[in-house]
């Protein structure tokens, strides 16, 4: 059983910067593909960015080169830095995770969720 927490969402303007941070109440080796996910009213959850647990990452194509992910191991620890942030990015960000070892930005692959932390981008 793994437990997730996010926290650092909030609000910012248009261009701004943002990094959300998941804390995850696991072994330290214990491996999980992690990823964060994002929801906005009215539409399904959306896969933003994946890392794998020997550190192979994906991201989905409207964030990529302006969000990053990253992961500690050793304080497990999972981070996505969000810069450029626009309106579009506003959303439900949650933290996941998936014993499956490859990289997905499937939700259905995902076994743990958090509760997640809201982001909101004003123009």
Same mark, same amino acid.
């Given at each position: ?22 804390? +995850?109440?696991?072994?330290?080796? !214990?491996?999980?593909?992690? +990823?964060?996910?994002?929801?906005? $009213?009215?539409? !399904? ?7 794998? $647990? /020997?550190?192979?990452? *994906?991201?989905? =194509? ?10 500690? *191991?050793?304080? *497990? ?5 969000? *810069?450029?942030? @626009? $309106? !579009?990015?506003?959303?439900? =960000? =949650?933290?996941? +995770?998936?014993?499956?070892?490859? /990289? #997905?930005?499937?939700?259905?692959? =995902? @076994?743990?969720?958090?509760?997640? #932390? ?6």
């Amino acid at each position: 059983q793994v437990q997730l927490v996010e926290s650092g969402g909030g609000s910012v303007q248009t261009g701004g910067f943002l990094c959300l941070t998941c804390s +995850a109440s696991k072994s330290s080796y !214990e491996r999980y593909t992690m +990823a964060w996910f994002r929801q906005a $009213p009215g539409l !399904e959850r959306e896969g933003v960015a994946t890392i794998a $647990p /020997l550190g192979g990452v *994906n991201y989905a =194509y409207s964030v990529e080169g302006r969000f990053t992910i990253s992961q500690d *191991n050793a304080k *497990n620890t999972l981070s996505l830095q969000m *810069n450029s942030l @626009k $309106p !579009e990015d506003t959303a439900m =960000y =949650y933290c996941a +995770a998936t014993s499956k070892p490859w /990289l #997905t930005l499937r939700a259905r692959d =995902y @076994k743990y969720w958090g509760q997640g #932390t809201q982001v909101t981008v004003s123009s």
